[in-house]
């Protein structure tokens, strides 16, 4: 079984700098791919969606830190805290 390819979409914000800090907490091996206007059509014609940070796990597709952070906790059972 191989190891699921994982992308993270991420713009200057602090969702996106969220979104990122959960995939390093969590060791998970990803490739960061920074939007800019060059990506933003390839991105809504691929996902439906310009929005970040956007996660492609494997088949799955997550836009926003919510629905992110969501995946991330049921896939590894944990439970994510943030102290902001």
């Known amino acids: 079984m191989g ?3 994982v992308y993270l979409f991420v713009e200057e914000s602090f ?3 969220l979104a990122e800090s ?7 091996d990803y ?3 920074r ?3 060059s990506i933003r059509g390839s991105m809504l014609r691929d996902f439906g969606t310009t929005r970040t ?3 492609v796990f494997g088949d ?3 836009v926003g830190l919510k629905d992110i952070q969501k995946f991330l906790e049921e896939e590894f059972h944990i439970q994510v805290f943030w102290l902001l």
Do not use: G, H
């Not at 959960?22 to 998970?28: F, G, N, P, Q, T």
């Open 60 to 62: 799955k597709v997550l």
């Open 22 to 28: 959960l995939l390093k907490a969590l060791l998970i």
């Open 53 to 55: 940070p956007l996660l």
């Open 31 to 33: 490739e960061k791919i």
């Open 3 to 5: 190891e699921k390819k």
């Open 15 to 17: 969702e996106c700098f």
């Open 35 to 37: 939007v800019d206007e």
